[in-house]
């Protein structure tokens, strides 16, 4: 368990914890009134009942976060509710005082809109009613305000619970947000930087092919080329891996000059601008080498104008064309979306448009120097500020509740300690709840040890202050918010032993005023509850902050992951085909003068990688690729012999493998050949798959030791097969061999098939 999932579980451990704890002191104030008036066993046993169905209602129906509140058995629990609060009245009238709470917070929770607000109102002033024969104004008074109160603890320790489930479902949906807008981005990139390249690569291939034998001269100049845009292919692979590449608009001016010659198409350049911030100069040349590739793939152009021109503020480029598609506006893909995204990021703006004569424009405008980037901040959600602002009225009521229902109780004693003793305790009242909404109930406002300290002795001196003054024990502010502020203040066993140590203070009060028992366990009951509460409500507020600000670390780590991921599949393979390329360029340039025919059959084996990275462009950017085992194999022969490397293949079964492992041993062939290729000058290869009923080993075994070998025991290409093959239970181990030998072996588990 991680540490939020473990920091969620105790927050709604907690909520159930004080929601049982809150209930059952509401339900047990009952027992006692009932005890109080006079206990036959006919009253305790039937007022048990009603109790115990309350409690059951609460805990059971309306309290269980994954509870369905508009379905017909809650509306149908309501009812019952209601039936439980005010029929038993006439025969508990004290006892049941309290009870209209539970239903005034249950119908908050049950009831939509407006109506559960009026019904809450119209509970409260029922309970009043029930009472209005023999019970003066201002206890009238008291009952409609401790309803209330009681409603809105009802309803927010049994709604929050469930809005810290909800934050923790909203927390995945969020990182899946935030993935697919960094696969967007990859996407995007990888459009932009290697669908030029390997479109690129393609066309002077097939020129290369054309021109051997007759011009090879000519043939050799496209093979230099060819090589130089394969190895930065494999720069811009990198580079996407790290999220970074910065383009060069002159060397793209360069690059497109040549691709448009090799194609045939005539090229007029005119550039005249000023120096470019890095950022527009990027854009500008993303604008450039894509509107090329467009018209190399779509359009049948025989010349092609690019006009590069600009102020002292906006800089445009024109690339304008003979080639207009049949179709006009016909989506011919992502590319022009990608472009008119980078354009308006910087503040610029994108027109693609054809013309009557039949000829086509791409024109771009983007300012010379943009505005700096501004840094990303939270992510914008909707939902969880609602539960932040929803956790904040509710516990500023509850609190103010509190206040106002403890200076209603002080003036019942109006008669004992004059007008003096009722404004000192209102006053006490209100700094107490100043106190505890400005300082208390703030999950983020860091305090010193020093200053929390200060607090709770300011907040002793109100609650007891009145007491000493007046001599009663009943003008005290609200006994219970010092004990929570202890156990929120303090660390955590010195916090709870403050708690019941101010409990205790309350039982030592009573008892020094002679208090009756019934008052005694009154104080307990109240203090307890009051102190519970406020510890609850403003736990369970810092727990949804926390959570809502959880989420951006989570979609962190999970963006995090994905580009993980996308470099791992950009590696293994576009690193492959990009090196394949290489290699296969490098020997038809050999060849290119003393053996034509070769040199042809080798382009042909190129023009189909170029082709087949394209797809694998494709396909990383949708995050998916599956390899083909035996098709790997065959490649990897066809290319170590092409790099005169004799190689012996003894394959046990491929085809019975699971279709995870059939891939990730592709994967590790792919790459082990391609480390072979780059790092080592080997003369002999031998790649040896053998299985048996629960393991699958697959070795490659080579007799040129890599020059990296001696400096480094892993590479970026080494670590990503081992992440591959320990997710599926495996183990991958690269060194030397007592024969001096380089060998990758690769040992898969493989699952445990049933008997036919």
């Known amino acids: 368990m991680t540490q939020r999932q473990e920091h969620s579980s105790v927050s709604r451990r907690l909520a159930y914890v004080v929601i049982s704890v809150v209930f059952a002191n509401y339900l047990g104030n009952a027992i006692l009134y009932v005890l109080q008036a006079g206990a036959t066993p006919v009253r305790i046993v039937s007022s048990l009942a009603c109790l115990l169905t309350i409690g059951y209602l609460q805990l059971g129906v309306f309290s269980r976060p994954d509870a369905d509140l ?230 049948d152009a025989t010349r092609c104008s690019i006009t590069i021109s600009g102020t002292d503020q906006m800089v445009s480029i024109d690339i304008v064309n003979n080639g207009a598609p049949a179709e006009v506006g016909t989506d011919r893909g992502s590319g022009l979306t990608n472009l008119a995204t980078r354009t308006t990021a910087i503040g610029g703006s994108l027109l693609a448009e054809t013309s009557a004569d039949g000829t086509y424009r791409l024109h771009a405008e983007v300012p010379v120097d943009p505005a700096p980037e501004k840094p990303a901040g939270k992510p914008r959600t909707a939902g969880p500020p609602i539960a932040t602002r929803f956790a904040q009225v509710l516990l500023t009521a509850v609190v103010v509740g509190y206040g106002v229902m403890a200076a209603t109780l002080a003036s019942y004693f109006y008669s004992s300690v004059g007008a003096a003793g009722i404004a000192t305790s209102v006053l006490s009242n209100a700094v107490t709840v100043g106190l505890v909404l400005a300082l208390v109930s703030r999950p983020h406002l860091r305090l010193s040890l020093a200053a929390r300290c200060a607090t709770l002795a300011a907040l002793a001196v109100c609650v007891y202050t009145p007491v000493v003054l007046f001599d009663n024990p009943y003008l005290g502010g609200v006994a219970g918010f010092l004990a929570g502020t202890a156990a929120l203040f303090l660390p955590r066993w010195i916090g709870w032993a403050g708690f019941v140590l101010v409990v205790a203070g309350q039982v030592a009060i009573q008892v020094a005023f002679s208090a009756p028992p019934d008052d005694i366990v009154y104080a307990i009951v109240a203090v307890t509850n009051h102190g519970l509460v406020l510890y609850a409500l403003t736990r369970l507020r810092s727990m949804v902050i926390e959570l809502h600000e959880a989420r951006e670390e989570l979609a962190t780590a999970a963006v995090t992951q994905e580009r993980l991921r996308f470099a791992r599949d950009l590696h293994d393979l576009l690193g492959y085909s990009l090196s394949a390329i290489t290699l296969k360029s490098e020997l038809t340039h050999r060849l290119a003068t003393i053996d034509p025919e070769r040199a042809r059959q080798e382009l042909t084996e190129v023009l189909e990688i170029s082709r087949q990275a394209l797809a694998d462009v494709r396909s990383v950017a949708l995050s998916y690729r599956e390899l083909s085992f035996n098709e790997e194999t065959q490649s990897a022969q066809a290319l170590l012999s092409a790099a005169d490397i004799t190689v012996t293949v003894r394959i046990d079964a491929s085809d019975q493998l699971p279709k995870e492992v059939e891939v990730t041993l592709a994967t590790v062939l792919r790459e082990g050949v391609t480390n072979l290729l780059r790092h080592s000058k080997a003369e002999r290869c031998e790649i040896v798959l053998a299985g048996s009923r629960h393991l699958v080993t697959m070795d490659i075994v080579n007799d040129g030791i890599p020059a990296v070998e001696r400096k480094s025991r892993d590479g970026s290409g080494i670590g990503n097969l081992t992440t591959r093959v320990r997710a599926l239970g495996g183990d991958l181990h690269a060194g030397l061999t007592p024969e001096q030998t380089y060998r990758l072996r690769a040992e898969i588990p493989l699952p445990v098939r049933a008997s036919p």
């Open 70 to 299: 508009r379905s017909t058995k809650a509306y149908l629990a309501l009812g019952a509710l209601a039936l439980l609060v005010f029929v038993p009245v006439p025969f508990f009238p004290n006892a049941w005082g309290g009870m209209p709470g539970f239903l005034a917070g249950s119908a908050l929770l049950v009831l939509p809109g407006r109506v559960r607000w009026f019904v809450f109102v119209a509970v409260a002033l029922a309970n009043a009613a029930t009472k209005v024969a023999y019970q003066p104004l201002s206890t009238l008074a008291y009952y409609v305000v401790s309803s209330m109160v009681a409603g809105l603890v009802v309803y927010g320790l049994s709604r929050l619970p469930s809005l810290v489930k909800q934050l923790e479902t909203a927390r995945s949906e969020l990182a899946g947000l935030a993935v697919a807008q960094e696969r967007l981005r990859f996407a995007r990139d990888l459009h932009d930087l290697l669908g030029f390249s390997l479109s690129a690569i393609t066309l002077k291939v097939e020129l290369a092919r054309k021109l051997i034998g007759e011009h090879t001269d000519r043939a050799l100049r496209e093979l230099a080329e060819i090589l130089g845009i394969a190895r930065e292919a494999l720069t811009d692979v990198r580079a996407v891996a790290s999220s970074y590449r910065e383009l060069s608009l002159t060397d793209e001016i360069e690059s497109v000059r040549s691709v448009l010659t090799a194609a045939g198409v005539v090229a007029a350049i005119e550039e005249n601008h000023d120096d470019l911030s890095p950022r527009s100069r990027t854009v500008l040349a993303t604008v450039l080498r894509e509107g090329v590739t467009n018209l190399l793939r779509h359009s």
